[in-house]
């Protein structure tokens, strides 16, 4: 059975920060490229961050260039995502994913709500 936990949602003001985190279990991760997705109410789901299978490559999306960092560790089968100067535009359900060339997965998501 694979799952993808992702924790270390919660509420923080701006300018605050957090760090996301997400285990992977059934899968060989390091093989998987895995991502950052954002979803708010009404709206779809965004693809905010990716790292490839090695972490040696990321992406980002605009919207959090500068301010979010995406980073893996293979030994432990963890991504992370450290959070900074969060705005409340950054409010939303975050999820993980993990992609394969055959075969892609989501977790269930963890909340951050940044509100004064």
């Known amino acids: 059975q694979v799952i993808l936990e992702e924790s270390g949602g919660g509420s923080v003001q701006p300018g605050g920060s957090l760090r996301l985190s997400c285990a992977a279990s059934g899968i060989t991760f390091d093989r998987y490229i895995m991502s950052w997705h954002r979803q708010t109410p009404g709206k779809e789901r965004d693809l905010i961050a990716s790292i490839s299978v090695t972490g040696g490559h990321s992406n980002y999306a605009d919207s959090v260039k500068g301010r979010f960092t995406i980073s893996r560790d293979n030994d432990k089968n963890l991504i992370y995502l450290q959070m900074t100067d969060l705005k409340p535009e950054d409010t939303a359900v975050y999820y993980c994913?993990?992609?394969?060339?055959?075969?892609?997965?989501w977790g269930q998501g963890t909340q951050v709500t940044v509100s004064s």
């Open positions: 994913h993990a992609t394969h060339p055959t075969r892609v997965y």
